[in-house]
Structure formats: structure tokens, C-alpha cells
């Protein structure tokens, strides 16, 4: 069993920055492939990065060059790194990790891009 509980979301101006922090329980954190989704008001939850244990990323198109995901096994933490920001990135954050049939979600921790 795996919790994922995710931190830094908050309020930002277009253009600026944030970093998102998922830590994770539980051992072999190293094994799950791990990642983030969003979901805005009135849409279906989607993905954004992940990371496999072997380091490949899946990148969504909205945000390829503007964030990037990392880990850090030995602190059993997944980070995304948001940058030039963008009101349509307005969403709640997911945290994702998986192995095999397994899939465990964070609760979420809302991002807004305003002015």
C-alpha cells in the first residue's frame, strides 16, 4: 500500500513558477512508475508528466518546455516543476504512482494561474 500526499500548489500570476511535491509511503518507492495529472473545473482529469523507474518521461503537449518532473527515491519524492505558467494550467495537481496492477492517487492540491 502506497500514500501519496502532495504539497505546493497555491496562487501564481501567469509567467511565474511553482514546484509541486508528492511524497510517497511505503518501500521500493523506486520500482513505481510515478507522475502527475490535472483536472480543471468541468474536465476530465489528464496527464501531465510521468517518470518510470528506469527514468523515461511521458509529456503532455501543453506543457512540454515549461515543466518537468523528477525523483528522488532515496526521499521517496516526486517533484513537478512548473514554469511560465499559464491560467489554462489552473487545475488540482495528482499526484500517480503504479507498478504492475497497482495505481495509488494523492489527493490533489489545487493550482491557480491568475492575475
Known amino acids: 500500500q502506497v500514500q501519496l500526499v502532495e504539497s505546493g500548489g497555491g496562487l501564481v500570476q501567469p509567467g511565474g513558477s511553482l514546484r509541486l511535491s508528492c511524497a510517497a509511503s511505503g518501500s521500493m518507492f523506486s520500482i513505481y512508475t510515478v507522475g502527475w495529472y490535472r483536472q480543471a473545473p468541468g474536465k476530465q482529469r489528464e496527464l501531465v508528466l510521468t517518470?518510470?523507474?528506469?527514468?523515461?518521461?511521458n509529456v503532455a503537449d501543453s506543457v512540454k518546455g515549461r515543466f518537468t518532473i523528477s525523483r528522488d527515491n532515496a526521499k521517496n519524492t516526486v517533484y513537478l516543476q512548473m514554469n511560465r505558467l499559464k491560467p489554462e494550467d489552473t487545475a488540482v495537481y495528482y499526484c500517480?504512482?503504479?507498478?504492475?496492477?497497482?495505481?495509488?492517487w494523492g489527493r490533489g492540491t489545487q493550482v491557480t494561474v491568475s492575475s
Open positions: 500517480y504512482a503504479r507498478y504492475s496492477e497497482y495505481n495509488y
Open positions: 517518470m518510470s523507474s528506469g527514468g523515461g518521461t
